[in-house]
């Protein structure tokens, strides 16, 4: 008798948080007679970066969010990329600003992040969106840990008190997450590639956040029986960071991968830019 | 046979360390024909803070730094407190800025503190500086954390993969010793008022460190036998939040209190306003 977690659907929240934005949008439209605008912007020619900005703005453009493409050659340096998110975040046709990343080696992504005006930073990247996060202040979140926050919420996970583990620490996933589940007062342990002991810290974990893009590196053998399992992990082949087929027989909750994490992340950037022009066109929707 | 830490001397090295400030201001005062000036900004007259603010300026002096403090009413708003904040972070003659705190409940201190100036923010209380340390960018550190790190490395204790178990998780201590403890490879866990198992925690700990100000709220027998022990806690009496007459006999090293973390927060203070001053008469030091 094989106990099966329950399945946290990310693309069916998604979905309602998308409706959501849209039915917003629509509202702008109609009160402010403009429409929402991300702009997104690329430097060179990656095809998983031009897939996934063709991804973004086709779900802007059924959402009733205009986008801005701009395209730049591979050879753009730091100072004109700078340049341009620094005349997006001056124009006030443009609500959010999206910089497709990795850039590059050449780019000095930090610098660029930092380009972008807090009250456009609608993929949450910048260093005050990051201390906003972490000290509970208002502002946008970076849109994975923003979109994990909210399958946790759907599905009532209690945080308070609660051992969660963070493996994975970059500056975009794994020490936002961290800070929010703080922030909702969890005990948090950030784990990574140097932790010496992963497998008996997560079998403490009542909340596991897999955000290190390594193939079933999480064994479910170690998953507490009970504990809530978060895969942000994506690897090639759909393949999660998380041992699923293992964990699934433990876990009580766990995101599948594809269609557990993985569609949130789009759905919080359009709430978030929906947000961002009804700020900035003087409209309050919360 | 009690076994006995060995006490991590912050007295010790906090004088090092002003030591090494002094020389640089007489440096900088030589080659620029200025000394290194700290402000210092109090609101209202709470005697801890009149007794602080006049401790940290009788050593600036003594370190060849000028101080210039501003002495508002406690009867000043956020606005004005801004207003005074701008004019400093806009003030050539001044290099450093330190705003006392708590300022008292009428004021939203994070809108004060973030009219301090980036490079202006000796004592690490920005989001773009809590920010910095988190993502291991150039930046002033909070002091006590910073104190603590330097406590560590002076000591040669051993981060990477190590668990360090931090609790308490303010904007100015807890939350950036954490960041800053995971950017030396730690596996970091923060605790808090509402972690259920404190006791557990700590004791799978290879590095603690206290830091919530609740006199003895971590008990020596939960130390680690080897453990390294910061104490940052701060509470009448000279009491720290480490039981320390049972930690002594478990812990490798140990902060006492006083005398350990304490000194070294005024020690980073005037090291690193010295090293603004440098940083903006456009000399390096390091």
């Given at each position: 008798m094989t106990q099966t977690a329950q399945f946290m659907d990310g693309t069916g929240l998604a979905e309602r948080i998308v409706g959501e934005a849209a039915a917003k949008a629509a509202e702008i439209s109609r009160r402010a007679g403009t429409s929402p605008c991300l702009a997104t912007v690329l430097v060179g020619e990656d095809p998983a970066s031009v897939t996934y900005v063709r991804m973004k703005r086709a779900r802007c453009a059924k959402a009733g969010i205009r986008s801005r493409h701009i395209g730049l050659p591979a050879t753009t340096t730091t100072a004109e990329l700078i340049d341009t998110l620094a005349g997006l975040s001056g124009d006030?046709?443009?609500h959010g600003i999206l910089l497709q990343h990795?850039?590059?080696?050449?780019?000095d992504e930090r610098a660029a992040f930092e380009a972008i005006a807090p009250e456009k930073d609608v993929d949450g990247v910048t260093m005050r969106s990051f201390a906003a996060m972490s000290f509970g202040l208002q502002g946008f979140v970076s849109c994975t840990p923003g979109g994990i926050m909210r399958l946790l919420e759907a599905y009532d996970v209690d945080l308070a008190g609660k051992r969660a583990v963070v493996v994975g620490r970059s500056a975009i996933l794994g020490k936002p997450v961290g800070m929010l589940l703080l922030a909702r007062d969890a005990t948090v342990t950030y784990c990574h590639?140097?932790?010496?002991d992963l497998s008996g810290i997560v079998q403490e974990a009542d909340v596991v956040v897999a955000a290190v893009?390594?193939?079933?590196?999480?064994?479910?053998?170690?998953?507490?029986?009970?504990a809530v399992v978060i895969d942000a992990g994506y690897n090639?082949?759909?393949?999660?960071?998380?041992?699923f087929d293992t964990a699934v027989t433990r876990a009580r909750l766990i995101t599948p991968v594809?269609?557990?994490v993985g569609p949130m992340t789009i759905a919080v950037l359009l709430a978030q830019t929906v947000d961002a022009a009804a700020n900035q066109l003087g409209m309050r929707h919360h």
């Open positions: 006030p046709e443009v990795p850039c590059g080696p050449h780019i590639s140097r932790t010496a893009g390594r193939p079933r590196l999480i064994r479910g053998e170690d998953v507490k029986p009970g090639p082949g759909n393949v999660g960071d998380v041992d594809p269609g557990g």
